[in-house]
């Protein structure tokens, strides 16, 4: 297991300096002068070269790759131009609104995604299991946003159950902030739910087709007795790598549902950050992401061996 555990982070530290070299040259090959992008084609030369000299743009790019790999080694990302604070600061509040929305997102998904798949792989063929499949193949076509609206008009405008938007903050109702952010999970939510039930529905109906499962029913044993016994744990395996992928999608959809809800979160920081060309807050939450996603994969990893040991031994 130690050797196991080695690779996996070695492949892990290597995946994050891929990420930063790609990261920090997207940014670096972009057209013009990145302080005039920042300030905009009317600032003058003046003010565009001080803001450039304050950003270190005027060093050479391996300088200032390690200058920004250190920094976010140590906790010092920058100053936000925009917001005129730092972008530590900036990410850490903005991750107390994005983290909880995308836990609870991925907490609806699963348990929404394995009760509808094994069900329906228990119904295999009968109308529980296609009338099942038909609704997660519309879920499939729903894009985010819509769905999103399509929630705020029924639960907030017609029921006035929750509000359309906003978010009260943890400090000032920690129920009614948890209340906001249902909505955005659940719109989150249904998409991934239903991929992640028909990955469920397939891997279990392929793992009872197996040779010791129909050898654990030719001994007696009932069907829900052979389903939770001998056929889940082996079909996991298939889920937990679509929960993995998914984890990535979850992410990327919150910069568009944090501002359909106006939750103040990493994904609206992102997307006013774009707006107001702030590239160093745009970068050091780029590079968030695709770390928050790597490490994913890593614990995904980890639990194939912990499932499964013959991942383990294979990698070995």
């Not at 994050?16 to 600032?43: C, D, K, R, W, Y």
């Not at 983290?99 to 699963?110: G, S, W, Y």
């Not at 909505?183 to 992640?196: C, F």
């Amino acid at each position: 297991m130690g050797l196991f555990l080695l690779k996996r982070v070695l492949t892990l530290i290597a995946t994050l300096i891929g990420a930063s070299i790609v990261v920090f040259l997207v940014l670096e090959i972009l057209p013009g002068n990145a302080a005039q992008i920042m300030m905009g084609p009317e600032a003058s030369p003046e003010v565009v070269q001080a803001l450039a000299s304050k950003l270190g743009l005027d060093r050479p790019p391996q300088e200032r790759y390690w200058h920004w790999v250190i920094g976010m080694l140590s906790g010092n990302l920058g100053d936000s131009y925009a917001y005129s604070s730092p972008v530590f600061d900036l990410i850490v509040e903005r991750l107390a609104v994005t983290v909880p929305l995308a836990i609870i997102a991925m907490l609806l998904t699963t348990v929404l995604a394995l009760v509808v798949g094994i069900y329906a792989a228990s119904q295999h063929n009968r109308i529980g299991d296609v009338g099942l499949m038909g609704l997660t193949q519309i879920g499939i076509a729903i894009p985010n946003f819509w769905f999103a609206i399509m929630l705020i008009l029924l639960f907030s405008v017609k029921l006035q159950w929750f509000s359309a938007g906003g978010f009260e903050g943890w400090a000032e109702d920690p129920g009614q902030a948890l209340k906001s952010l249902l909505l955005p999970a659940l719109s989150l939510a249904v998409v991934q739910a239903a991929i992640l039930a028909r990955i469920t529905r397939s891997a279990v109906l392929e793992v009872m087709r197996e040779d010791y499962v129909r050898t654990a029913r030719a001994k007696g044993l009932s069907q829900s007795a052979t389903l939770w016994g001998h056929v889940l744990r082996n079909a996991m395996i298939p889920v937990i790598t679509v929960m993995g992928l998914q984890s990535a999608e979850l992410l990327a959809g919150t910069i568009v549902v944090e501002n359909v809800f106006y939750l103040p979160g990493l994904g609206r920081l992102i997307f006013q950050s774009i707006s107001n060309r702030d590239l160093i807050v745009v970068r050091n939450c780029v590079m968030l992401l695709a770390t928050m996603v790597v490490v994913v994969n890593f614990v995904v990893d980890v639990l194939y061996a912990v499932i499964d040991p013959r991942v383990k031994a294979s990698d070995i």
